[in-house]
C-alpha cells in the first residue's frame, strides 16, 4: 500500500493550492480516503474525508465552504482543493486511507490504517 501526497507549498493568506494524494495497493473505490493536518505543537486533526464508494464527504467545520475533497477513482486520486486560505491552515498535511469501516468516526486517526508521507502547507499572512 502506498500513499503519495502533493501539492503543498507557500501561499499568500486568501490564495489556493490543490492537493494530490495517489494511491495504490488497496481497492481504491471502495474506502475512506483524505486529509488530516498537523500544525506544529498541535495534534493531528481530520480536515476531509470522501467515502469513494459512492463520493459521500465529511469536512471539518474550519475548512468548510473553503475546502474541496474529491476522488478520481480511475486513476485512484483523491484531491483537496484549497481556497480562501488562512495562515491558520498552515500545517503538515497527510493522506490517509481506510479500507474498512470507519470506527470511531472520521475524525479518528486510529481508524486509518495507511499514511501518506506528508506535504507542508504554508500561508503566509
Known amino acids: 500500500v502506498q500513499l503519495q501526497a502533493s501539492g503543498g507549498g507557500l501561499v499568500h493568506a486568501g490564495g489556493s493550492l490543490r492537493l494530490s494524494c495517489q494511491a495504490s495497493g488497496f481497492r481504491f473505490d471502495y474506502a475512506f480516503i483524505g486529509w488530516f493536518r498537523q500544525a506544529p505543537g498541535k495534534e493531528r486533526e481530520g480536515v476531509s474525508v470522501i467515502r469513494t464508494s459512492d463520493g459521500y464527504v465529511y469536512v471539518a467545520d474550519s475548512v468548510k465552504g473553503r475546502f474541496t475533497i474529491s476522488s478520481d477513482n480511475a486513476n485512484h486520486r483523491v484531491y483537496l482543493e484549497m481556497n480562501s486560505l488562512k495562515p491558520e491552515d498552515t500545517a503538515v498535511y497527510f493522506c490517509?486511507?481506510?479500507?474498512?469501516?470507519?470506527?470511531?468516526?472520521?475524525?479518528?486517526?486510529?481508524?486509518?490504517?495507511?499514511w501518506g508521507q506528508g506535504t507542508l502547507v504554508t500561508v503566509s499572512s
Open positions: 490517509a486511507a481506510a479500507a474498512t469501516d470507519l470506527t470511531g468516526g472520521w475524525r479518528n486517526r486510529r481508524a486509518y490504517g495507511y
